[in-house]
Nanobody, 121 residues
Framework: QVQLVESGGGLVQPGGSLRLSCAAS????????LAWVRQAPGKGLEWVSS?????TLADSVKGRFTISRDNAKNIIYLQMKTLKYEDTAVYFC?????????????????WGQGTQVTVSS
């Protein structure tokens, strides 16, 4: 059974840093694109970053966030630096459906429970 478990969220001041982790199980980890998607309070879902062999980032976080993966440990990370108020959201780890991974609108078949990131002074 596929499982995605996020951790690392918390309360941080503007300009601070956090590292999110997503521990995956139940599938051949290295064969799939994984992504971070976030939902701010009262807002819709926003794609943040994806990684297969290489990582890609949304313009809103480019230069501040870094995505990485450890295939030996079945973990993906999101290193977040220079955090802003608008980064406040629940961050979800998601598994990308392979057939949609090259699409401008990829689809996700499994989601983690989410981890809360709150940026506040």
């Amino acid at each position: 059974q596929v499982q995605l478990v996020e951790s690392g969220g918390g309360l941080v001041q503007p300009g601070g840093s956090l590292r999110l982790s997503c521990a995956a199980s139940g599938f051949t980890f290295s064969e799939y694109v994984l992504a971070w998607v976030r939902q701010a309070p009262g807002k819709g879902l926003e794609w943040v970053s994806s990684i297969y062999r290489d990582g890609t980032l949304a313009d809103s976080v480019k230069g501040r966030f870094t995505i990485s993966r450890d295939n030996a440990k079945n973990i993906i990370y999101l290193q977040m630096k220079t955090l802003k108020y608008e980064d406040t959201a629940v961050y979800f780890c998601t598994k990308v459906i392979t057939e949609s991974r090259s699409s401008l609108m990829p689809f996700y078949d499994y989601w983690g429970q989410g981890t809360q990131v709150t940026v506040s002074s």
